[in-house]
């Protein structure tokens, strides 16, 4: 299935790489295997330390109850992949996304005003956000603690759909003005419960269609927030204009889309929580790199009503006075 080497999305390049859904399960079937060398070692000097583990060695070490519920999400992709029945027949493209060097002054200079929002405490961004640009609330090294012990938004997406774990294999690690988009995941299960209360839920038949080159029609954008040891650094001009430039890098439209094609984006409280975003400040850099990108914004708050009632008091302010980003 794979008669070549597979190339890297290296630091500072971007590029693309489209592979097949067969192609991912026998990659995946590898690193499930534990097969691909040099890729144990996380020593400075190994070839690939610039790069997330991909074999599933500490998966399989120190059982836990979690490790026990992602390996149900694991096993039942494979016995999808490996069905007559159920032939996995797609495509699916990694995209790695360079951002020029933009800096405070660019972002003053933006005339564009608050684009669309729809914010609410009901919902989740896989569900209700179907058809939408969907944001992985990524780590740098993508995937996170997939084949640890994480068991968080990332992780949970990726269990999901396991195809996009394979990103782990030829991905290095983000810089500051890159993510990585993935067009064409399949979801192949449900779930219930965060962290210790996650459970697989069973299988899931993935209703989505499919594009001209047979990719499903999702598309996961994943863009690694800054974790803060104090809240209050966040509020910096420079690491404010860095979450900026990281939100926009994956927001913007590609060469060949033509504004109002790209669908609009469903995103969240990204880099709150243990990495102690402030999650109103969090939304409001996702409006301004939206408005910038010319798309509008489905905001969920996970059960949160009370920021969902604040951005909405903000939005309309800033919509009534025609705030621009730059403002």
């Known amino acids: 299935l794979c008669f070549q080497g597979i190339p890297l999305l290296q630091q500072g390049r971007a590029a693309a790489i489209t592979l097949s859904q067969a192609q991912i399960s026998c990659l995946l079937a590898n690193a499930f295997f534990c097969t691909f060398p040099h890729r144990n070692s996380t020593s400075f000097h190994s070839d690939y330390h610039t790069y997330p583990s991909i074999n599933f060695t500490r998966l399989f070490s120190h059982w836990s109850e979690r490790k026990m519920e992602k390996l149900k999400a694991i096993v039942h992709y494979f016995h999808v992949a490996t069905d007559e029945k159920t032939k996995l027949d797609g495509l699916v493209t990694f995209e790695r996304r360079c951002l020029a060097n933009t800096d405070a002054r660019t972002w003053s200079c933006c005339k564009e005003e608050m684009n669309k929002l729809y914010v609410s405490s009901c919902g989740a961004i896989e569900t209700e956000g179907s058809g939408l640009l969907q944001v992985d609330f990524a780590s740098s090294w993508l995937g996170g603690g997939v084949l640890d012990s994480g068991l968080l938004q990332e992780e949970i997406l990726f269990l999901m759909s396991p195809e996009l774990i394979v990103s782990r294999l030829f991905t290095e690690k983000l810089q500051d003005n890159e993510c990585v988009i993935v067009t064409g995941c399949q979801q192949f299960s449900t779930y219930s419960g965060y962290g210790d ?121 800033l919509r009534t006075k025609g705030t621009t980003v730059g403002e």
């Open 197 to 317: 209360t996650f459970r697989w839920k069973g299988p899931y038949a993935d209703p989505t269609g499919r594009d001209g080159w047979a990719r499903r029609q999702r598309q996961v954008l994943a863009m690694d927030a800054l974790r803060f040891t104090h809240g209050r650094d966040q509020y910096s001009m420079k690491l404010v204009v860095r979450e900026l430039n990281k939100a926009y890098c994956g927001f913007k439209r590609c060469e060949e889309e033509r504004r109002g094609e790209e669908p609009d984006i469903a995103t969240g409280k990204w880099g709150c929580g243990a990495f102690k975003g402030d999650p109103q400040l969090k939304a409001v850099i996702q409006l301004m790199a939206a408005a910038r990108a010319g798309r509008g914004l489905a905001f969920f708050t996970f059960k949160d009503e009370k920021l969902e009632h604040g951005l909405r008091q903000a939005y309309r302010l």
